[in-house]
Protein backbone atom coordinates (compact mmCIF):
# COMPACT_ATOMS: atom_id res chain seq x y z
CA UNK A 1 0.00 0.00 0.00
CA UNK A 2 1.62 3.16 -0.55
CA UNK A 3 2.10 5.86 2.23
CA UNK A 4 1.93 9.17 0.59
CA UNK A 5 -1.34 10.53 0.26
CA UNK A 6 -2.84 7.83 3.67
CA UNK A 7 -0.15 9.41 6.08
CA UNK A 8 -1.75 12.99 5.28
CA UNK A 9 -5.55 11.60 6.39
CA UNK A 10 -4.45 9.34 9.32
CA UNK A 11 -1.28 10.32 10.46
CA UNK A 12 -2.38 11.05 13.96
CA UNK A 13 -3.95 7.11 13.82
CA UNK A 14 -0.60 5.81 13.42
CA UNK A 15 0.33 2.93 15.95
CA UNK A 16 2.82 0.12 16.60
CA UNK A 17 1.54 -3.06 16.29
CA UNK A 18 2.68 -3.95 19.74
CA UNK A 19 -0.28 -1.28 20.69
CA UNK A 20 -2.67 -3.05 19.25
CA UNK A 21 -3.41 -5.26 22.42
CA UNK A 22 -3.42 -9.15 20.45
CA UNK A 23 -6.20 -10.75 22.07
CA UNK A 24 -4.18 -13.86 22.31
CA UNK A 25 -0.70 -14.61 21.05
CA UNK A 26 0.02 -18.13 20.89
CA UNK A 27 2.50 -20.50 19.67
CA UNK A 28 1.64 -22.49 17.29
CA UNK A 29 2.38 -25.37 14.53
CA UNK A 30 3.18 -23.69 11.77
CA UNK A 31 5.43 -25.83 9.69
CA UNK A 32 9.20 -24.91 9.38
CA UNK A 33 10.70 -27.25 6.65
CA UNK A 34 14.32 -27.00 5.49
CA UNK A 35 14.33 -27.23 1.71
CA UNK A 36 17.08 -29.42 1.86
CA UNK A 37 14.94 -32.79 1.51
CA UNK A 38 16.84 -35.96 2.00
CA UNK A 39 17.74 -37.52 -1.34
CA UNK A 40 15.25 -36.09 -2.82
CA UNK A 41 14.89 -34.81 -6.44
CA UNK A 42 13.65 -31.16 -6.14
CA UNK A 43 14.26 -29.24 -9.10
CA UNK A 44 15.83 -26.10 -8.88
CA UNK A 45 13.19 -23.00 -9.08
CA UNK A 46 14.18 -21.07 -12.50
CA UNK A 47 15.79 -17.75 -10.86
CA UNK A 48 13.70 -14.94 -10.99
CA UNK A 49 14.60 -11.47 -9.86
CA UNK A 50 11.48 -10.35 -7.60
CA UNK A 51 9.99 -6.62 -8.66
CA UNK A 52 6.92 -4.59 -8.44
CA UNK A 53 4.32 -5.56 -10.88
CA UNK A 54 2.03 -3.21 -11.90
CA UNK A 55 -1.86 -3.24 -13.14
CA UNK A 56 -3.02 -5.00 -15.23
CA UNK A 57 -0.63 -7.77 -15.00
CA UNK A 58 -2.34 -11.14 -14.29
CA UNK A 59 -1.09 -12.00 -10.96
CA UNK A 60 -2.61 -9.39 -9.14
CA UNK A 61 -6.06 -11.09 -10.39
CA UNK A 62 -4.96 -14.69 -8.77
CA UNK A 63 -6.18 -15.76 -5.84
CA UNK A 64 -3.30 -16.60 -3.54
CA UNK A 65 -2.98 -20.15 -1.84
CA UNK A 66 -2.19 -20.85 1.67
CA UNK A 67 1.44 -21.20 2.37
CA UNK A 68 2.61 -24.67 3.90
CA UNK A 69 6.43 -24.06 4.43
CA UNK A 70 8.41 -21.64 4.95
CA UNK A 71 11.98 -22.56 3.50
CA UNK A 72 15.51 -19.99 2.92
CA UNK A 73 14.40 -18.97 -0.49
CA UNK A 74 11.24 -18.10 0.89
CA UNK A 75 13.07 -15.79 3.56
CA UNK A 76 15.45 -14.56 1.10
CA UNK A 77 12.28 -13.28 -0.99
CA UNK A 78 10.59 -11.78 1.56
CA UNK A 79 13.28 -9.92 2.74
CA UNK A 80 13.42 -8.07 -0.71
CA UNK A 81 9.59 -7.70 -1.09
CA UNK A 82 10.65 -5.52 2.44
CA UNK A 83 13.50 -4.01 0.18
CA UNK A 84 10.89 -3.20 -3.01
CA UNK A 85 8.71 -1.86 -0.21
CA UNK A 86 10.75 0.88 1.03
CA UNK A 87 12.34 1.42 -2.58
CA UNK A 88 9.05 2.22 -3.65
CA UNK A 89 7.92 4.15 -0.37
CA UNK A 90 5.25 2.01 0.81
CA UNK A 91 3.71 0.24 4.07
CA UNK A 92 2.60 -2.53 2.40
CA UNK A 93 3.15 -4.98 -0.02
CA UNK A 94 1.66 -8.03 -0.91
CA UNK A 95 3.51 -11.33 -2.44
CA UNK A 96 1.32 -11.25 -5.73
CA UNK A 97 2.72 -7.61 -6.41
CA UNK A 98 6.28 -9.26 -6.85
CA UNK A 99 4.59 -12.61 -8.81
CA UNK A 100 4.48 -14.49 -6.17
CA UNK A 101 0.84 -16.77 -5.95
CA UNK A 102 1.57 -16.78 -1.52
CA UNK A 103 -0.62 -16.47 0.58
CA UNK A 104 1.55 -13.25 2.70
CA UNK A 105 2.44 -10.33 3.24
CA UNK A 106 4.69 -7.76 4.59
CA UNK A 107 4.07 -4.24 6.33
CA UNK A 108 5.81 -1.03 7.93
CA UNK A 109 3.83 0.95 8.79
CA UNK A 110 7.10 3.93 9.28
CA UNK A 111 7.94 3.01 5.53
CA UNK A 112 11.59 2.74 6.16
CA UNK A 113 14.22 0.71 7.20
CA UNK A 114 15.60 0.63 10.62
CA UNK A 115 12.52 2.34 11.74
CA UNK A 116 9.35 0.72 12.90
CA UNK A 117 7.94 -2.47 13.29
CA UNK A 118 8.64 -5.35 10.15
CA UNK A 119 5.65 -7.54 10.07
CA UNK A 120 4.84 -10.35 7.96
CA UNK A 121 1.48 -11.59 7.95
CA UNK A 122 0.98 -15.36 6.55
CA UNK A 123 -2.14 -16.91 6.09
CA UNK A 124 -4.28 -13.99 7.12
CA UNK A 125 -7.66 -14.23 7.90
CA UNK A 126 -10.01 -11.52 8.94
CA UNK A 127 -13.12 -11.56 10.57
CA UNK A 128 -14.94 -9.29 13.05
CA UNK A 129 -15.45 -6.20 11.09
CA UNK A 130 -16.52 -3.01 12.75
CA UNK A 131 -17.71 0.57 11.67
CA UNK A 132 -16.92 2.19 8.14
CA UNK A 133 -14.66 4.70 7.64
CA UNK A 134 -13.32 6.20 4.36
CA UNK A 135 -9.64 6.87 3.33
CA UNK A 136 -7.91 7.92 0.61
CA UNK A 137 -5.68 4.94 -0.46
CA UNK A 138 -2.51 4.27 -3.24
CA UNK A 139 -1.04 1.19 -4.35
CA UNK A 140 2.08 0.22 -5.00
CA UNK A 141 1.08 -1.98 -8.57
CA UNK A 142 -0.53 1.59 -9.62
CA UNK A 143 1.68 4.59 -8.70
CA UNK A 144 0.64 7.93 -9.22
CA UNK A 145 -3.08 7.06 -8.51
CA UNK A 146 -4.93 7.63 -5.48
CA UNK A 147 -9.00 7.18 -4.77
CA UNK A 148 -11.19 6.98 -1.47
CA UNK A 149 -12.31 3.91 -0.05
CA UNK A 150 -14.87 2.68 2.45
CA UNK A 151 -13.71 -0.31 4.94
CA UNK A 152 -14.79 -1.23 8.08
CA UNK A 153 -12.57 0.67 10.66
CA UNK A 154 -11.91 -2.02 12.66
CA UNK A 155 -11.01 -6.02 11.82
CA UNK A 156 -9.97 -9.01 13.56
CA UNK A 157 -6.92 -10.69 12.13
CA UNK A 158 -5.71 -13.84 12.52
CA UNK A 159 -2.29 -14.72 10.96
CA UNK A 160 0.93 -16.67 11.33
CA UNK A 161 4.51 -14.45 11.49
CA UNK A 162 7.42 -15.25 10.25
CA UNK A 163 8.93 -16.59 13.57
CA UNK A 164 5.75 -18.82 13.64
CA UNK A 165 3.68 -17.39 16.00
CA UNK A 166 0.12 -17.09 15.75
CA UNK A 167 -1.67 -13.55 15.62
CA UNK A 168 -4.95 -12.49 16.82
CA UNK A 169 -5.02 -9.27 16.74
CA UNK A 170 -7.66 -6.20 17.04
CA UNK A 171 -6.65 -3.71 14.87
CA UNK A 172 -8.03 -0.37 14.38
CA UNK A 173 -6.62 2.75 12.59
CA UNK A 174 -3.84 3.03 9.58
CA UNK A 175 -3.17 -1.02 10.19
CA UNK A 176 -6.40 -1.95 9.81
CA UNK A 177 -6.86 -0.47 6.84
CA UNK A 178 -3.18 -1.76 5.54
CA UNK A 179 -4.16 -4.81 6.48
CA UNK A 180 -7.78 -5.25 4.81
CA UNK A 181 -5.96 -3.92 1.52
CA UNK A 182 -3.36 -6.59 1.52
CA UNK A 183 -5.53 -9.16 2.04
CA UNK A 184 -7.88 -7.59 -0.73
CA UNK A 185 -4.78 -8.26 -2.87
CA UNK A 186 -4.31 -12.16 -2.01
CA UNK A 187 -7.82 -12.48 -3.53
CA UNK A 188 -6.93 -10.69 -6.42
CA UNK A 189 -9.06 -7.57 -5.41
CA UNK A 190 -7.41 -4.10 -5.98
CA UNK A 191 -8.86 -0.83 -4.16
CA UNK A 192 -9.73 0.38 -7.50
CA UNK A 193 -12.44 -2.27 -7.50
CA UNK A 194 -13.68 -0.65 -4.51
CA UNK A 195 -14.51 2.97 -5.54
CA UNK A 196 -17.88 4.82 -5.81
CA UNK A 197 -18.66 4.92 -9.34
CA UNK A 198 -17.29 8.36 -9.93
CA UNK A 199 -14.10 7.62 -8.01
CA UNK A 200 -13.53 4.46 -10.58
CA UNK A 201 -14.69 7.61 -13.52
CA UNK A 202 -11.61 9.61 -11.93
CA UNK A 203 -9.24 7.48 -11.84
CA UNK A 204 -10.34 5.58 -15.48
CA UNK A 205 -7.41 7.74 -17.69
CA UNK A 206 -4.52 6.49 -15.29
CA UNK A 207 -5.99 2.62 -15.58
CA UNK A 208 -5.88 3.04 -19.46
CA UNK A 209 -2.66 4.55 -19.41
CA UNK A 210 -1.09 1.55 -17.42
CA UNK A 211 -3.18 -0.96 -19.59
CA UNK A 212 -1.42 0.75 -22.60
CA UNK A 213 1.75 0.35 -20.88
CA UNK A 214 1.52 -3.18 -20.03
CA UNK A 215 0.41 -4.28 -23.73
CA UNK A 216 4.03 -2.18 -25.02
CA UNK A 217 5.61 -3.68 -22.33
CA UNK A 218 4.48 -7.25 -23.91
CA UNK A 219 5.12 -6.22 -26.80
CA UNK A 220 8.58 -6.31 -26.44
CA UNK A 221 8.61 -9.14 -24.04
CA UNK A 222 9.58 -8.06 -21.05
CA UNK A 223 6.36 -9.41 -19.88
CA UNK A 224 5.35 -13.39 -20.65
CA UNK A 225 2.62 -14.41 -22.25
CA UNK A 226 -0.60 -15.02 -19.60
CA UNK A 227 0.14 -19.26 -20.09
CA UNK A 228 3.71 -18.19 -19.18
CA UNK A 229 3.30 -16.69 -16.02
CA UNK A 230 0.37 -19.49 -14.90
CA UNK A 231 3.03 -22.16 -15.62
CA UNK A 232 5.37 -20.05 -13.33
CA UNK A 233 2.87 -19.51 -10.36
CA UNK A 234 1.99 -23.05 -10.44
CA UNK A 235 5.72 -24.65 -9.91
CA UNK A 236 6.03 -21.55 -6.74
CA UNK A 237 2.61 -23.18 -5.81
CA UNK A 238 3.30 -26.52 -5.47
CA UNK A 239 6.76 -25.85 -3.65
CA UNK A 240 5.27 -23.88 -0.95
CA UNK A 241 1.53 -24.50 -1.09
ZN1 LIG B 1 -1.87 -2.32 -3.07
Redesign the pocket.
Known sequence: ?DSDRCHRHTSTKRKRVSHLHPSTLARAAFLYLSDLRKGGAVQPMREKVLKIITYPHPTLRHESKPVKRVDADLRKMISRMFELMYEAKGIGLAAN?VDLPLRLFVVNLAANAGEGEELVFINPVLSRPRGSEESEEG???LPGVYGDVVRPKQVRVNAFLLDGTELNADLDGMMARVVQ?ETD?LDGVL?TDRLSETGRMDVDDALHEFTLEFQSRRETGDIGSDEEIAQRLAEMEQKYC
Do not use: A, E
Open positions: MQCLSHHF
